[in-house]
């Protein structure tokens, strides 16, 4: 029996029951082509399904065996002059319910394993509005690292399995090297640093849930505070204090993930990544960074473009075909690059 779950039949890209079906077939097959991928390569949390099917524009990430479906509202979900918004939600939760209800099926996992959430444009810049409070949370692993993630509480577990590639190239070059990850959420790049023998991470974030997040995954991985400083900070600020150190530290690798949109400590000022990045970098470069060292830059927002006068002066290779890893569909997940200064002595 054919279900139609769109609001618009003229809207292709409404959920359909052809729609389902499609995502039904493609989730077989990425379960079985995936998993042998994953198992090769010793990944044990991977995206499964990357809006593979048009009329099911979904994600599904497989965290050892927990699943996040991630459901991105569309046009086709909001209130028009044919429908109120009531009604706009109700039949967008009768199409999540109907994916949901696939997912179960093929994947072969029981409802609780499975996590839903909700991903649409809203206002304001917060990036750590909480969602619930059930703190649902596992350990799960990364080739030697092992990680706390939240499958509840927040958007966002905990790890973004994007940048995988990116925090295996960060761990290969840590061995011995000073490191410092700006914006650096739950830790990732912190933690394969210090496994991988860095001889000092400093993360600075301006979230204490964060900070502690990063405090329990040290802990997971028998790292200890005294090489790896956790500060908690606006980003902006610590660089004002660092700066006017006399003793101050540069680093050999500096991570840099920063948001698209962000608030400063002073209210009044907004951080924009497009406007803002330039001056970022160019100071990160200058007054932080070894002369022979490399900042590793990566961001999500789609429609960015580096200056053209960090290009002019320093070195910037963008790798990023490199950093968005196979189980990715969308190849434009992220855009990263390696700065150097011109003048490097290799």
Not at 14 to 23: I, Q
Not at 70 to 80: L, T, V
Request: hydrophobic residues 35%; contains cysteine; charged residues 30%.
């Amino acid at each position: 029996m054919e279900t139609n779950l769109s609001i618009s039949s003229s809207d292709n890209k409404s959920l359909g029951g052809g729609g389902l079906e499609m995502f039904r077939n493609r989730l077989k097959k990425n379960k079985k082509e995936l998993s042998k991928w994953a198992k090769k390569n010793n990944i044990s949390c991977y995206r499964i399904y990357d809006k593979d099917v048009p009329q099911v524009p979904v994600a599904i990430d497989d965290y050892e065996g927990d699943y996040v479906l991630q459901y991105f509202r569309g046009p086709y979900d909001m209130p028009n002059d044919s429908i109120n918004s009531l009604e706009a939600d109700r039949v967008m939760d009768e199409r999540i319910q109907a994916i949901e209800e696939i997912i179960i099926e093929v994947l072969q996992i029981k409802p609780d394993n499975l996590f839903t959430k909700l991903r649409e444009k809203k206002k304001g810049l917060s990036q750590y509005n909480k969602l619930s409070k059930s703190y649902q949370t596992k350990i799960v692993k990364e080739g030697l690292a092992k990680f706390k993630i939240n499958l509840t509480d927040y958007l966002d577990v905990g790890l973004f399995l994007d940048h995988r590639p990116l925090r295996e190239k960060v761990a290969l070059l840590a061995q011995g090297k000073k490191i410092l990850n700006l914006f650096s959420y739950t830790g990732a790049f912190t933690i394969h640093s210090g496994i991988a023998g860095a001889s000092f991470t400093t993360s600075v974030d301006s979230s204490p849930v964060y900070i502690d997040w990063i405090l329990d995954n040290l802990k997971l991985n028998q790292l200890s505070l005294d090489k790896n400083e956790l500060v908690c900070s606006d980003i902006f600020d610590w660089m004002d204090g660092y700066r006017l150190k006399k003793d101050r530290m540069r680093y050999d690798l500096i991570v840099l993930d920063p948001p698209t949109f962000s608030n400063t400590k002073k209210k009044e000022k907004i951080f924009d990544l497009q406007l803002d990045h330039s001056k970022l970098i160019n100071n990160l470069m200058i007054e932080f960074l070894n002369p022979d060292g490399i900042l590793f830059f990566s961001t999500n927002f789609r429609k960015f473009k580096l200056s053209d006068a960090l290009m002019e002066q320093f070195s910037c290779q963008e790798f990023s075909e490199q950093t968005v890893p196979n189980d990715f569909r969308d190849k434009k997940i992220h855009k990263s690059w390696q700065i150097e200064f011109k003048d490097k002595v290799i």
